[in-house]
């Protein structure tokens, strides 16, 4: 049985602890400090973290300012995960400000964190992100983690109806992008100067990044909710904005190939 007031404490005394799968340290240095709380996947002669589960940096410039830097883990135990990062909010709160708490839903094996001052809660997610950022003269507040803004469906009413157009917006993408392909070959050099600019080749090669990396990004959780930008209309905009680009780009080389074929 995992004691998580017996972690946050150790946590916010900033004294070791471990109890052969959580370990809380504490480092100090000059002018900074590091607490962290890790996840030992497993405990043998030679042991492996596979978390770090949080960590807390305060940098003090006593001439200037003082920073600090939170990063937030995806954690391996989800409801354990929950717990602790409950338990030591208060801590987090009086060191950064940042207010965070972490809650999970039924039949959905991840955490998320609700923030002050955020409409959109956060969800487990495959890249770091920045969520809170703050600067002043004095003082710098930084939360970071393996989180992005997530809206949910039971909360979001128009957001199933988003999820469902970018995923169709995807296969519009691929369509287009691969008309415009064709047409790439198919039109003279100063044509395709026209659609694409001066470096055609390379304009051509930028589209394809951009296509398939929004075509990659995983949008929807079935059921559950999408991942967003600031809203779920930007998210989707960003989306149609793309399309909207293609679509003039192939009905632009269409008529130039046109014109094209009937002056040859």
């Given at each position: 049985m995992v004691n998580v007031r017996e972690i946050a404490k150790a946590f916010a005394e900033g004294r070791p602890y471990f109890d052969g799968r959580y370990l809380v340290v504490k480092r100090v240095h000059e002018y900074s400090e590091v607490r962290a709380i890790a996840y030992f996947r497993s405990v043998t002669c030679d042991q492996t973290i596979s978390n770090t589960m949080l960590y807390l940096v305060t940098d003090r410039d006593y001439l200037y300012r003082e920073d600090r830097y939170l990063f937030i883990n995806k954690v391996p135990e989800v409801s354990e995960g929950v717990e602790i990062l409950n338990e030591v909010s208060d801590y987090i709160y009086d060191v950064t400000g940042v207010r965070i708490t972490a809650f999970t839903i039924d039949n959905d094996n991840a955490v998320y964190l609700a923030i002050k001052g955020y409409e959109y809660p956060f969800r487990e997610y495959k890249r770091v992100m920045t969520i809170v950022k703050r600067e002043n003269t004095s003082e710098v507040i930084w939360a970071q983690g393996y989180y992005r803004r997530f809206a949910l469906f039971r909360e979001c009413k128009e957001c199933e109806e988003y999820a469902k157009r970018i995923e169709e917006l995807k296969t519009e993408l691929s369509k287009l992008f691969n008309e415009l392909e064709e047409w790439y070959y198919k039109v003279g050099y100063e044509q395709l100067q026209q659609v694409l600019g001066e470096r055609p080749r390379r304009a051509l090669k930028e589209l394809e990044y951009t296509v398939n990396t929004l075509k990659r990004r995983n949008v929807t959780v079935a059921n559950i909710g999408m991942?967003?930008?600031?809203?779920?209309?930007?998210?989707?905009?960003?989306?149609?904005?793309?399309?909207?680009?293609?679509?003039?780009?192939?009905?632009?080389?269409?008529?130039?190939?046109?014109?094209?074929?009937?002056?040859?």
């Amino acid at each position: 049985m995992v004691n998580v007031r017996e972690i946050a404490k150790a946590f916010a005394e900033g004294r070791p602890y471990f109890d052969g799968r959580y370990l809380v340290v504490k480092r100090v240095h000059e002018y900074s400090e590091v607490r962290a709380i890790a996840y030992f996947r497993s405990v043998t002669c030679d042991q492996t973290i596979s978390n770090t589960m949080l960590y807390l940096v305060t940098d003090r410039d006593y001439l200037y300012r003082e920073d600090r830097y939170l990063f937030i883990n995806k954690v391996p135990e989800v409801s354990e995960g929950v717990e602790i990062l409950n338990e030591v909010s208060d801590y987090i709160y009086d060191v950064t400000g940042v207010r965070i708490t972490a809650f999970t839903i039924d039949n959905d094996n991840a955490v998320y964190l609700a923030i002050k001052g955020y409409e959109y809660p956060f969800r487990e997610y495959k890249r770091v992100m920045t969520i809170v950022k703050r600067e002043n003269t004095s003082e710098v507040i930084w939360a970071q983690g393996y989180y992005r803004r997530f809206a949910l469906f039971r909360e979001c009413k128009e957001c199933e109806e988003y999820a469902k157009r970018i995923e169709e917006l995807k296969t519009e993408l691929s369509k287009l992008f691969n008309e415009l392909e064709e047409w790439y070959y198919k039109v003279g050099y100063e044509q395709l100067q026209q659609v694409l600019g001066e470096r055609p080749r390379r304009a051509l090669k930028e589209l394809e990044y951009t296509v398939n990396t929004l075509k990659r990004r995983n949008v929807t959780v079935a059921n559950i909710g999408m991942y967003i930008d600031k809203t779920p209309k930007e998210t989707y905009q960003r989306y149609l904005q793309l399309y909207n680009k293609l679509s003039a780009l192939v009905d632009k080389a269409r008529e130039l190939y046109t014109l094209q074929t009937l002056t040859s």
